[in-house]
């Protein structure tokens, strides 16, 4: 079936630096994506959404890409600090076929930030 | 800030008993949601609630997990009998909006021996 893959399982930077997880999904059907940062022994927490009519949306140090010609997804994170260490999700909402309406999840990247 | 609720944060027990998992959602909140989360993979839908009707359980294993909303507001996930391969963490999460900005619960890790 259709799903959402992430290109780096695993990304290492240095504190300060710029951080650029990517995220390829299959589904062009899909109307809204979302990222969202999961620590140890936590639940997934909301950092971002953006909706398949806009490319770009900005947060407080984060901002999500949409390119729909490659359908293609990227989160930004500026500045990176070590609590910005943790596994990165980004997921889809298909509006069409089986999977219409529910949040499908990539496989996530890991992010270590090192001091 | 409003989160949603789960328990136990932990759950340990023998394959073939039977274990329960609760979730109150963020106060408002008409959709909620259970996933199952395997170590190292993205969360998988198992049910989906609107309100009190369930909306999608495609992925529910019927023959042994069962979801209820009674009055719409919190839910109970339950497996009976478990098995070792339900071993995961088991989230809940709500939304106003069906499949937008979905608010996580910390989750009840169960390991099943």
């Known amino acids: 079936g259709e799903s959402v893959g992430l290109h780096l399982p695993t990304l290492s930077v240095q504190e300060g630096d710029n951080s650029i997880i990517n995220c390829a999904y299959s589904n062009s059907a899909s109307d809204y994506f979302i990222w969202y940062k999961q620590e140890s022994g936590k639940g997934p927490q909301f950092i971002i959404d953006?909706?398949?009519?806009?490319d770009k949306r900005q947060g407080q140090r984060v901002t999500v890409l949409l390119n729909k010609t490659v359908k293609h997804l990227s989160l930004q994170i500026a500045a990176t600090q070590p609590g910005d260490s943790a596994v990165y999700f980004c997921a889809e909402r298909p509006i069409g076929g089986t999977s219409y309406g529910k949040l499908t999840f990539g496989q996530g990247t890991i992010l270590t930030v090192h001091p | 800030e409003a989160e949603v609720a789960q328990s136990p944060r932990y759950k340990i027990t023998e394959k073939s008993q039977a274990v329960a998992f609760w979730c109150d959602p963020i106060?408002?909140?008409?959709?909620l949601y259970w996933y199952r989360q395997i170590l190292g993979q993205g969360p998988e839908l198992l049910v989906q609630f609107q309100d009190e009707s369930v909306v999608d359980d495609s992925q529910l294993p019927k023959d042994r997990f069962s979801a209820e909303r009674l009055k719409g507001v919190d839910s109970t996930l339950k497996i009976q009998p478990a098995e070792l391969g339900d071993s995961a963490m088991y989230l809940c999460?709500?939304?106003?909006?069906?499949?937008?900005?979905?608010?996580f619960g910390s989750g009840t890790q169960l390991s099943v021996l």
């Open positions: 999460a709500s939304s106003r909006d069906n499949g937008e900005k979905l608010f």
């Open positions: 953006i909706r398949s009519n806009m």
């Open positions: 106060s408002g909140h008409a959709t």
